[in-house]
């Protein structure tokens, strides 16, 4: 089961090898590893990036709006190849009903407890929904119209295991037993050229939607303790540069040959993210829950101002699996949620790069209608999900919970969260039908 | 390189990369002398050997309730668990313990309550290699368990399915083999169990909070109570080959469909006890059932600890582990550690380079590994890291680069670049 639910985006033993210039990048890096943070460091992080940048600027001919002029929700036309998809998940199935909140009475007489009081709730101008007051922040965002929501979404056979509901969520084929993701789908589809691992970014733990056949993705698990130490005194360069040799020539073993495969990507990855990611150690601490989508969302925002040809990038959070004391701990996470978003999208204004983003939220189910006696909610079915982009029709919320016609108490997924990952597939250029066995709907959720 | 290779040597060290996560320099001597039966048997049942019964690396650690004494008291167990794992002469049990520490998941970090989950661990490590049903029966009215899938705050009249359903789908028999309503009849049939905080977290029942409705359960009527769901859950059909294969896959990495057939019936036959099955997935690895596996942070660690003689402190090895992602006594969700692969990642990738460069540093002078390391002898560096098939031909070109450019320390690079290997990381 365990190896099922979270196997992570890696290089696959048929995946065709490491290019020549992903391999010197990395090399590129080892004489600037005695000085992580320092000068020499910085330079040649600038000096990729730069290059990156050059190359970028040097091929695109078609017409990008300038930094200083970019809006939200304004401008249209960023070539496709500079656009990036960022996934939010919330582990454990989040409690949709109490996050993006229907004006049914039924709501508040199935949840005498747990029911969020009316007075605090934050309504969503043009519709009969309100937020979790958590997620005032995003208020502007809706107001702006740059944002919509969706209402009783999931999968066909939703289930509420975690574990199959993620599977689903991840590979988007319910039934298919599939081992690759949706976005994995895509980055194999789209693939030209060199296969280089920075083209997807899993923050926060490897999410399984990007695992596909060819590509290669990068996990950062917690951006800030990425980085490569060695003793003092010891012959940095000398060891890192012995340490990438052990990944070649390849084996013909395919399980040592993957883990030969992870180490030139990851000097990449730790050349390239130690610019945008802190790299403060980390005191040692009982429960490993560093990670914030703020902070995350931040790393995400100094990936994309990089420039360096990211196209996904998922940003991964545990803790929505509220059976019990749901209240305090759900305020937390979704002002987490709804504060990060709220700063990344800001941080893109400043950095000019709004225009070039997409975020959407995901979590594999939703909560039963009915609290629980322990002031929580059980596994449920239908969902909801938020699209944030500059090209989003936003200021909706698409469908509806369906409180007349609930399944086993559970809310119908009426609306297919595929038609939400074909919008996204669309505005990144697609191709999207074949990854996602469409069509399906849109749902108008792309205003062109 | 196979799975375990053919000669005793080979087939020794396979069980001691697997089963005993590891050994200090000159054991795979002795053990070879003994012969692989004979430390299978050693692994099995050290006590027929002589070697005294574990205890509890938390036997004299006395529990201060105040507030700003628990998160060291926490680093201060954990760390204890750490230095036992390396110190043990029981590894086998450890390992197996760690086996059902990531089956079960509990976690610190929802139970939050240091001797709770302490004595969860106990009862995992002393239950080991038992009787399944019993583990579970014990499991079930756990402490820490009753908080971690909230069975403490289930009642009659508002029952909470969390522990139903994972009872289900990942303790005893997998998804497919039940229903909704199976998850639901074990809610309500389990109920009535309390932790009582303000009693020292006693575990007690509480019939007031019981509904004794019998409840069809598996196609069983008249299900009540803790018992009888047990009894229904581990004996129904697909529970002994869904805790096989989970076994098989752990220690074996994908182990083949005929190989994990075999094993659940003998699992059936032998009442599902868990020490005939541990026997016989090591033998079958030795026969050539498994394939190449990624060795977690924590094993990972571990073995290098043993190999080296480092001295790093408890607190060090901590913060390694932190680097690497896996804290022990904090699995991310109620699954269990993530999935081998997760090892390959780049955060994974990272920690394990620098908690390499640690350990070689903290290796102390005459060491075997840094003798070795320093005389160019990859042969037996190799052999002590228990590959004695010898590194691949990446890694030995790395390291007698390494060894031939002008660093300085020169044994304790070429040690650190080889432990942070592929040929190290892939068991």
């Given at each position: 089961m365990t190896d099922d639910a979270t196997p992570d985006p890696r290089p696959r033993p048929d995946a065709p090898h490491l290019s020549r210039r992903t391999f010197i990048g990395a090399a590129g890096g080892v004489a600037g590893v005695a000085a992580i943070g320092g000068g020499v460091w910085a330079a040649l992080v600038r000096e990729r990036v730069d290059d990156s940048a050059g190359r970028a600027a040097a091929t695109t001919t078609t017409s990008m709006a300038p930094r200083t002029t970019t809006t939200l929700g304004g401008v249209a036309g960023v070539p496709h190849d500079q656009r990036v998809l960022v996934i939010v998940e919330l582990a454990g199935g989040n409690d949709a009903l109490n996050t993006l909140?229907?004006?049914?009475?039924r709501y508040r007489d199935n949840r005498p407890q747990l029911a969020l009081p009316e007075s605090e709730l934050v309504a969503l101008t043009g519709t009969d929904f309100a937020l979790h007051p958590s997620l005032a922040s995003l208020v502007p965002l809706w107001e702006a119209g740059s944002m919509a929501a969706v209402a009783g979404v999931g999968m066909a056979q939703?289930?509420?295991?975690h574990f199959k509901a993620m599977d689903t969520w991840w590979s988007a084929v319910p039934g298919a037993g599939l081992k690759t993701g949706w976005l994995g789908r895509w980055l194999d589809a789209t693939l030209e050229g060199d296969n280089d691992p920075l083209r997807a970014i899993a923050l926060g733990g490897g999410s399984p939607a990007l695992v596909g056949t060819r590509t290669l993705a990068t996990v950062v698990r917690s951006p800030a303790g990425f980085t490569l130490q060695t003793a003092p005194g010891s012959d940095n360069d000398a060891i890192v540069e012995a340490f990438l040799s052990t990944a070649g020539p390849l084996s013909d073993q395919p399980e040592l040959a993957a883990a030969q495969y992870a180490i030139p990507s990851t000097l990449s990855a730790v050349e390239l993210l130690a610019s945008v990611s802190g790299g403060a150690d980390q005191e040692f601490s009982l429960a490993d829950d560093a990670n914030t989508v703020t902070d995350l969302l931040q790393t995400a925002a100094g990936i994309i101002d990089l420039d360096i040809g990211t196209r996904v990038i998922t940003v991964g959070i545990n803790g929505f699996d509220t059976h019990a004391n749901q209240l305090g701990n759900h305020a937390a996470l979704l002002a987490d949620v709804g504060d990060g978003i709220a700063a990344f999208l800001a941080r893109l204004e400043v950095d000019g790069n709004a225009d070039k983003v997409m975020l959407v939220t995901t979590s594999e189910f939703g909560r039963r209608v009915a609290e629980n006696g322990s002031l929580g909610t059980d596994h449920g079915q239908g969902g909801c999900q938020f699209v944030v982009g500059p090209e989003v029709a936003g200021g909706r919320v698409v469908g509806d919970y369906d409180f007349g016609s609930l399944q086993q108490g559970d809310i119908p997924a009426m609306l297919d969260t595929r038609s939400v990952y074909s919008a996204a597939l669309d505005w990144l250029g697609g191709p999207t039908d074949e990854i996602l066995d469409g069509p399906h709907d849109r749902l108008d959720l792309l205003s062109v | 390189m196979t799975t375990s290779g053919n000669t005793t040597r080979d087939q020794v060290a396979w069980l001691a990369r697997r089963a005993a996560w590891g050994l200090r320099p000159g054991q795979l001597d002795e053990l070879e002398a003994l012969g692989t039966d004979a430390v299978i048997d050693l692994l099995l049942d050290p006590s027929a050997s002589g070697v005294a019964a574990e205890v509890s690396p938390w036997a004299d650690l006395v529990y201060d309730p105040e507030q700003g004494a628990q998160r060291e008291q926490g680093v201060d167990a954990l760390g204890r668990w750490m230095t036992r794992l390396v110190e043990t002469d029981r590894p086998f049990e450890h390992a197996m313990a760690w086996f059902w520490h990531d089956h079960f998941a509990v976690s610190y970090a929802v139970v939050n309550y240091l001797p709770v989950l302490l004595a969860h661990l106990d009862l995992l490590r002393e239950s080991a290699l038992g009787d399944f049903r019993r583990l579970i029966r014990d499991v079930s009215t756990d402490a820490a368990m009753l908080i971690f899938l909230d069975g403490t705050t289930s009642t009659g009249e508002a029952p909470n399915e969390n522990y139903g359903r994972e009872l289900l789908e990942l303790y005893t028999m997998g998804i497919g083999n039940y229903t909704e309503d199976d998850v639901q009849a074990a809610a309500v049939a389990l109920t009535g169990w309390v932790v009582a905080r303000r009693r020292g977290y006693e575990v007690f029942f509480a019939p007031p909070r019981h509904d004794p409705t019998p409840q069809t359960f598996l196609g069983r009527p008249g299900v009540s109570g803790v018992d009888a769901v047990v009894d229904a859950a581990v004996e129904h059909p697909a529970t002994p080959g869904f805790i096989a294969g989970k076994l098989a896959r752990h220690f074996l990495g994908p182990a083949d469909t005929v190989a994990v057939n075999t094993l659940a019936a003998s699992f059936a036959d032998a009442d599902l006890a868990v020490a005939p099955l541990a026997r016989a997935v090591l033998e079958a690895g030795l026969d050539g059932a498994g394939a190449p596996q990624v060795t977690a942070p924590v094993p990972w660690l571990i073995s290098v600890l043993k190999a080296t003689g480092s001295s790093l402190p408890s607190r060090g090895v901590l913060g390694l582990l932190r680097g690497m992602g896996q804290i022990p006594g904090?699995?991310?969700?109620?699954?269990?550690?993530?999935?081998?692969?997760?090892?390959?990642a780049s955060s994974a990738t990272a920690g394990r380079f620098t908690a390499a460069n640690v350990v070689a540093r903290t290796t102390p002078d005459g060491a075997p590994v840094l003798e070795a390391a320093a005389a160019r002898d990859y042969d037996t560096l190799a052999d002590l890291l228990l590959r004695p098939a010898g590194f691949s031909d990446a890694t030995l070109a790395a390291l007698d680069d390494l060894s031939h450019s002008a660093a300085p320390r020169r044994g304790e690079a070429v040690l650190a670049v080889a432990l942070a290997s592929p040929d190290v990381l892939i068991r």
């Open positions: 909140v229907s004006a049914d009475g939703q289930s509420r295991s | 904090n699995p991310p969700n109620v699954g269990g550690f993530p999935g081998e692969q997760t090892w390959l």
